[in-house]
């Protein structure tokens, strides 16, 4: 089993606190011989007619030595396990969450900027100090 990161606690609460309910933690996806894990999946219940919007969920903390080298670590993480996804649970969509003094920072410099202009790119801010999602990119339907 993977170490959690370590925001991980932090944001299933802040998740739990915008009314998701946390289905799995970790997440294990199967491709293959070789499984997976995600840091947890979670779904909210929008309206009865409508089901469920389902996520999973990567928490990223970007405290490694090389900002370049934990942008290509998340990068990867999220586009590889949105693939497995869109073969297995074609509804469950991949959100990176990173901290609003992450965002704020590294995520305006010019190479985190390519990130977020990738089509199908998904990530969520969240305030470590009041466990709160702040921000959804895109805005998550609810």
Same mark, same amino acid.
Not at 38 to 43: G, H, R, T
Not at 90 to 111: D, G, H, M, P
């Given at each position: 089993?993977?170490?959690?990161?370590?925001?991980?606690?932090?944001?299933?609460?802040?998740?739990? $606190? #915008?009314?998701?309910?946390?289905?799995?933690?970790?997440?294990?996806?199967?491709?293959?011989?070789?499984? /997976?894990?995600? #840091?947890?999946?979670? !779904?909210?219940?929008?309206?009865?007619?409508?089901?469920?919007?389902? &996520?999973?969920?990567?928490? $990223?903390?970007? &405290?490694?030595?090389?900002?370049?080298? !934990?942008?290509?670590?998340?990068?990867?993480?999220?586009?590889?396990?949105?693939?497995?996804? $869109?073969?297995?649970?074609?509804?469950?969509?991949?959100?990176?969450? /990173?901290?609003?003094? /992450?965002?704020?920072?590294?995520?305006?410099? !010019?190479?985190?900027?390519?990130?977020?202009? !990738?089509?199908?790119?998904?990530?969520?801010?969240?305030?470590? +100090?009041? +466990?709160?999602?702040?921000?959804?990119?895109?805005?998550?339907?609810?």
């Amino acid at each position: 089993m993977a170490a959690k990161d370590f925001h991980h606690d932090t944001v299933k609460t802040a998740l739990i $606190k #915008d009314g998701w309910t946390i289905t799995d933690d970790p997440l294990v996806l199967k491709i293959g011989i070789r499984n /997976v894990l995600v #840091d947890m999946d979670a !779904e909210k219940l929008i309206a009865a007619e409508r089901g469920a919007t389902k &996520i999973a969920v990567e928490v $990223k903390t970007f &405290i490694g030595a090389s900002f370049v080298n !934990e942008l290509e670590k998340a990068w990867g993480q999220f586009f590889l396990y949105s693939r497995i996804l $869109k073969k297995q649970d074609s509804l469950r969509q991949i959100y990176l969450a /990173v901290e609003r003094n /992450v965002f704020q920072t590294f995520f305006k410099q !010019e190479v985190a900027q390519l990130l977020l202009e !990738e089509p199908g790119f998904r990530l969520f801010v969240f305030d470590a +100090e009041k +466990e709160e999602i702040i921000e959804w990119k895109p805005q998550i339907n609810s």
